[in-house]
């Protein structure tokens, strides 16, 4: 069973940068491809990036040229760089992780973390 903490989330201005981060623990990193998912209020939850165990990187639209995401297999950790902030960025961020080379769905999710973005 692996377990996924975020950390990262806070409020920012529009414009502004914010990086969350994910650290897994109880199993093997290595072999669970990562992403990171939001749910802003009334919406369904969407996927903003994910990267393979072979750290190929796919990007949501909305998030292509400002958002970076990347993992470091040794801490075991996914970090998602988010730059230029705009307010409907605003929702709760998930760390989400799956036992197989790419994050076709979740096994695994954390308790998210709260990104707002102000005008």
């Known amino acids: 069973q692996v377990q996924l903490v975020e950390s990262g989330g806070a409020m920012v201005q529009s414009g502004g940068s914010l990086r969350l981060s994910c650290v897994a623990s109880?199993?093997?990193?290595?072999?669970?491809?990562t992403g990171w998912y939001r749910q802003a209020p009334g919406q369904q939850r969407e996927l903003v990036a994910s990267?393979?165990?072979?750290?190929?990187?796919k990007y949501a639209n909305f998030g292509k040229g400002r958002f970076t995401i990347s993992r470091d297999d040794a801490k075991s950790a996914t970090n998602l760089q988010m730059n230029s902030l705009k307010p409907e960025d605003t929702a709760v961020y998930y760390c989400?992780?799956?036992?197989?080379?790419?994050?076709?769905?979740?096994?695994?999710w954390g308790q998210g973390t709260q990104v707002t973005v102000s005008s």
């Open positions: 109880g199993g093997d990193f290595r072999i669970h491809a």
């Open positions: 990267i393979t165990t072979g750290h190929v990187t």
């Open positions: 989400a992780a799956a036992r197989a080379p790419s994050l076709l769905g979740a096994d695994y």
